[in-house]
């Protein structure tokens, strides 16, 4: 169905205009979650989603029915598909990167690092080189609806780069207070790494109320040169996709803000829940997937992002 909004897509700045399809409607596919994250597009065209605090992966296919994908999750919170497609994802719960085989079992990745176990994984993404770069904050210790407790073993909350080759793992940036979101920028010479510390700022953990977005220059898998890129608000910068011109799309409590590679404000396309994350994704790329407090949204768009770029030409559907 149509959701219909009373507010109008804000433009900001002109070069949001070519980035839209004109005449595009937010459609609401499901509502019925706890609070929706880390939507993600199989292969094949499903969507699958978190609904963190139901302990719930949840699956939407068009002409389908939503269904449970898997129940328990383990509290898993943002995904991502790997070279061969399978699904990446954060596990609160298990407090580690795993991986979803495709005879359909799940493997633990990355449970620990320097001895002592992870906080719990936030979001991921995977760069060309098949290497997985995912956040860890303590979310699914200090939340119970999120996850299964715990005491944080780690001196921090780091952003960690893992090699699923050799089984190395390390921390590339630790001077963060709340690392979430992330995503690379369409080259992969810029890693963006939203820090949601103001989501906690009464807790012991946060030092500062951020709610913004830094950018790091990636050198030889080093991350160095942080500054802030967007301060995101209202709400948060929780999840973020960046399309193929490097425009970084990002949740907020309003709806969809859209940044130019510069950091300039484009605009906002309004959508009536708090939204988790997003992705890019559609036969051909360039539909908008939204996941939002108890809803999954889609809106199509005139680009495509970054990873769907490697799965899609103008020419063709998805490749297997």
């Given at each position: 169905?149509?959701?219909?909004?009373?507010r109008q897509t804000e433009?900001?700045?002109?070069?949001?205009?070519?980035?839209?399809?004109?005449?595009?409607?937010?459609?609401?596919?499901?509502?019925?979650?706890?609070?929706?994250?880390?939507?993600?597009?199989?292969?094949?065209?499903?969507?699958?989603?978190?609904?963190?605090?139901?302990n719930r992966l949840l699956?939407?296919?068009?002409?389908?029915?939503?269904?449970?994908?898997?129940?328990?999750?383990?509290?898993?919170?943002?995904?991502?598909?790997?070279?061969?497609?399978?699904?990446?994802?954060?596990?609160?719960?298990?407090?580690?990167?795993?991986?979803?085989?495709?005879?359909?079992?799940?493997?633990?990745?990355?449970?620990?690092?320097?001895?002592?176990?992870?906080?719990?994984?936030?979001?991921?993404?995977?760069?060309?080189?098949?290497?997985?770069?995912?956040?860890?904050?303590?979310?699914?210790?200090?939340?119970?609806?999120?996850?299964?407790?715990?005491?944080?073993?780690?001196?921090?909350?780091?952003?960690?780069?893992?090699?699923?080759?050799?089984?190395?793992?390390?921390?590339?940036?630790?001077?963060?207070?709340?690392?979430?979101?992330?995503?690379?920028?369409?080259?992969?010479?810029?890693?963006?790494?939203?820090?949601?510390?103001?989501?906690?700022?009464?807790?012991?953990?946060?030092?500062?109320?951020?709610?913004?977005?830094?950018?790091?220059?990636?050198?030889?898998?080093?991350?160095?040169?942080?500054?802030?890129?967007?301060?995101?608000?209202?709400?948060?910068?929780?999840?973020?996709?960046?399309?193929?011109?490097?425009?970084?799309?990002?949740?907020?409590?309003?709806?969809?803000?859209?940044?130019?590679?510069?950091?300039?404000?484009?605009?906002?396309?309004?959508?009536?829940?708090?939204?988790?994350?997003?992705?890019?994704?559609?036969?051909?790329?360039?539909?908008?997937?939204?996941?939002?407090?108890?809803?999954?949204?889609?809106?199509?768009?005139?680009?495509?992002?970054?990873?769907?770029?490697?799965?899609?030409?103008?020419?063709?559907?998805?490749?297997?």
């Amino acid at each position: 169905m149509t959701q219909g909004t009373e507010r109008q897509t804000e433009v900001s700045d002109e070069r949001l205009r070519p980035l839209l399809q004109d005449g595009a409607a937010l459609e609401c596919l499901y509502t019925g979650a706890t609070w929706g994250e880390g939507p993600v597009q199989l292969p094949d065209g499903r969507v699958v989603w978190s609904d963190i605090p139901g302990n719930r992966l949840l699956v939407w296919q068009e002409g389908e029915p939503v269904r449970e994908y898997l129940n328990p999750s383990h509290f898993q919170n943002g995904h991502a598909l790997d070279h061969e497609g399978r699904i990446v994802g954060c596990s609160h719960g298990e407090r580690g990167i795993v991986r979803q085989e495709h005879d359909g079992t799940w493997t633990m990745l990355v449970g620990e690092y320097g001895g002592r176990r992870l906080n719990s994984p936030n979001d991921v993404v995977v760069a060309r080189d098949g290497s997985i770069w995912f956040t860890d904050p303590p979310y699914g210790l200090i939340q119970p609806h999120e996850g299964y407790g715990g005491t944080q073993e780690q001196p921090g909350q780091y952003v960690y780069r893992h090699d699923p080759v050799s089984g190395e793992t390390r921390a590339v940036v630790l001077d963060m207070v709340c690392p979430n979101g992330l995503a690379f920028s369409p080259d992969e010479s810029v890693l963006y790494v939203g820090d949601t510390a103001g989501t906690h700022s009464g807790e012991r953990y946060w030092q500062e109320a951020h709610h913004h977005i830094l950018a790091f220059d990636l050198h030889g898998g080093e991350a160095r040169n942080a500054r802030v890129f967007a301060e995101v608000s209202p709400g948060f910068p929780d999840g973020f996709r960046v399309d193929e011109h490097g425009n970084v799309w990002t949740s907020s409590a309003s709806g969809v803000q859209v940044y130019a590679p510069d950091g300039t404000r484009l605009g906002e396309i309004p959508v009536p829940e708090v939204i988790g994350n997003l992705t890019f994704g559609g036969p051909d790329g360039r539909t908008l997937y939204i996941a939002a407090s108890r809803s999954l949204y889609r809106i199509r768009v005139a680009v495509r992002g970054t990873t769907t770029a490697r799965h899609h030409t103008p020419q063709e559907g998805p490749r297997p």
